[in-house]
């Protein structure tokens, strides 16, 4: 069985700060891509940033040069630096893991339960 947990969310004033982790844990053989993803009430969910094992990195245009994804592939954890944080940031933010399981011959992904970030005015 494999497991993804997000940590880290939380309420914070318009410009301030937050680190969000995940970590995957369980019968991993290997982990590909690692991301986030957040959903805003009324709004699908969509890419926030990735990573992949050799540390190639994509992000969403609105949060270019204030987000900041990070991976340690020693601890399956992947992290997110959020930076000048705005209102329009608020939403539950969702981990993602492109990983095989452990006697699997192909990849799926597996999500986490969602952390909720909310930005104040």
């Known amino acids: 069985q494999v497991q993804v947990v997000e940590s880290g969310g939380g309420l914070v004033q318009n410009g301030g700060s937050l680190r969000l982790s995940c970590g995957a844990s369980g019968s991993i053989a290997t982990i590909n891509t690692m991301g986030w993803y957040r959903q805003a009430p009324g709004k699908q969910r969509g890419l926030v940033a990735a990573i992949t094992s050799g540390s190639s990195r994509n992000y969403a245009d609105s949060v270019k040069g204030r987000f900041t994804i990070s991976r340690d592939n020693a601890k399956n954890t992947v992290y997110l630096q959020m930076d000048s944080l705005k209102p329009e940031d608020t939403a539950v933010y969702y981990c993602?893991?492109?990983?095989?399981?452990?006697?699997?011959?192909?990849?799926?992904?597996?999500w986490g339960q969602g952390t909720q970030v909310t930005v104040s005015s």
């Open positions: 993602k893991a492109f990983l095989r399981e452990v006697g699997s011959n192909w990849s799926k992904d597996y």
